[in-house]
């Protein structure tokens, strides 16, 4: 039953900020859990929503995770419309424009998010949209495992409080496919297709439990130890991401 409150208590959230602001929604999703679960509650708020696949040199099968999740929705909700934008020649074109000594895998993966956070906004403008966050607890808040203007760059966030856990649960209750539900996390944006528990070097369900730690402990583990210095590190690191832009406040006694 909490589940069931739990998916109305969102809906009334992003049913009310999108009305008062009179706009419709724009999400965009990779074939992933979060943006599955993100563009299935947004459908369920009965506001136009157009979702959005922005491939760029995509792994098949999470395209395909993607297209059946639109078609799923597409076939639900007479509110929706899915749209497709594939930008692999753009991003190539954009790779081939930049000297080699100022790329790298990193920053053409974070180019990559960039790109797909333009196109939403390119499709909000002309729609009176608003881009919609797909991000969890864990990784906007916690360690900051986004692209700064990238999927980062969004409008209003539905599940930014909920772990990645609780995502799992409401995603399940919500009709989302099994193969969604089971696939390993990534962000898509690297050519090796890594995972994001690759990436990071711990499991969304240790970081969790990372995360919930509010005293020192000793009696720790040696596995436990690692992933607390895992996440530790990762907060730290990534504030800038979580936290404002700082601002040069000039005193008032020095203004021209």
């Not at 080699?100 to 895998?105: I, L």
Request: aromatic share 8%; hydrophobic share 35%; with cysteine.
């Amino acid at each position: 039953m909490h589940l069931n409150k739990l998916k109305n208590f969102i809906t009334n959230w992003i049913n009310a900020y999108s009305k008062e602001n009179e706009k419709n929604l724009i999400v965009g999703i990779s074939g992933g859990i979060d943006s599955a679960l993100t563009s299935t509650l947004c459908a369920m708020t009965n506001l136009k929503t157009f979702i959005v696949s922005i491939p760029i040199h995509q792994k098949k099968r999470e395209l395909h995770r993607a297209n059946k999740h639109m078609d799923w929705l597409l076939a639900s909700h007479s509110n929706v419309e899915t749209i497709t934008i594939d930008l692999d020649h753009v991003f190539d074109a954009y790779k081939g424009s930049i000297p080699s000594k100022y790329q790298s895998e990193l920053a053409l993966a974070n180019s990559k998010a960039r790109l797909r956070m333009t196109t939403l906004y390119q499709i909000a403008t002309t729609k009176n949209g608003i881009v919609v966050g797909t991000g969890n607890k864990v990784e906007d808040f916690g360690i900051g495992f986004f692209t700064k203007y990238g999927d980062g760059g969004v409008d209003i966030s539905p599940i930014g409080d909920l772990n990645k856990s609780e995502v799992r649960s409401l995603a399940k209750f919500c009709g989302i496919s099994q193969d969604i539900l089971e696939a390993d996390p990534t962000d898509g944006l690297w050519e090796d297709g890594r995972t994001d528990e690759a990436q990071i070097g711990a499991t969304y369900k240790e970081l969790e439990w990372a995360m919930s730690l509010n005293e020192k402990r000793k009696d720790l583990t040696k596995r436990e130890q690692t992933v607390l210095e895992i996440y530790n590190k990762l907060h730290t690191q990534n504030q800038h991401k979580m936290t404002e832009i700082p601002i040069c406040n000039i005193p008032n006694e020095i203004r021209p």
